[in-house]
């Protein structure tokens, strides 16, 4: 179990890595600093959930699994993830969570980050139950250009190479 201090959160980030993997990199590149895939993108959203005072719910697709923060006033209130194999049981994840959460469907925030399956239709269904919902578009984000945002890179990463963090 590893661990990384988020500053801005005033939080601490404990994760897993496979124990042979580590021994590995660890003794090939001995100073090296082991990130969660969470790190960059829970120290970015502090920043990026002040912008309006409304609780922001945001969702970060990440392979087949999801990223849950909620942020209310740029203070990180709630993490957690979840592991899907049909984008229904995701959807499912998200209203629970936002239920469970008592977020207000009229006035506060779903965002979402990465790369979404069925991106439209995944959308049109949230808007069953949320009004305020937003994707989150790295070339207007970072300022991509439209080339480098056909590289598919992961929104971890966007964020690293972007935004120094």
């Known amino acids: 179990v590893l661990y990384n201090i988020l500053p801005k959160s005033n939080a601490t ?6 124990k042979s993997a580590y021994q590995l990199l660890a003794e090939q590149f001995p100073h090296a600093y082991f990130y969660s895939v969470e790190t960059p993108v829970m120290e970015y959203l502090v920043e990026k959930s002040k912008l309006r005072e409304t609780q922001k719910l945001y969702v970060y697709f990440h392979g087949c699994t999801i990223h849950v923060y909620i942020f209310n006033n740029g203070k990180l209130y709630f993490a957690n993830n979840f592991t899907y194999t049909d984008i229904n049981d995701a959807l499912y994840f998200i209203l629970q969570i936002w239920k469970s959460q008592g977020l207000n469907q009229l006035t506060d925030e779903l965002h979402i980050l990465g790369d979404l399956p069925k991106a439209e239709s995944t959308i049109n269904e949230l808007h069953r139950y949320i009004r305020r919902i937003y994707q989150n578009n790295p070339v207007t984000e970072f300022g991509l250009k439209a080339e480098d ?15 120094g963090i």
């Open 149 to 163: 945002a056909k590289l598919d890179i992961p929104y971890d990463l966007q964020i690293i190479i972007h935004r």
């Open 13 to 18: 980030l404990l994760f897993s890595i496979d």
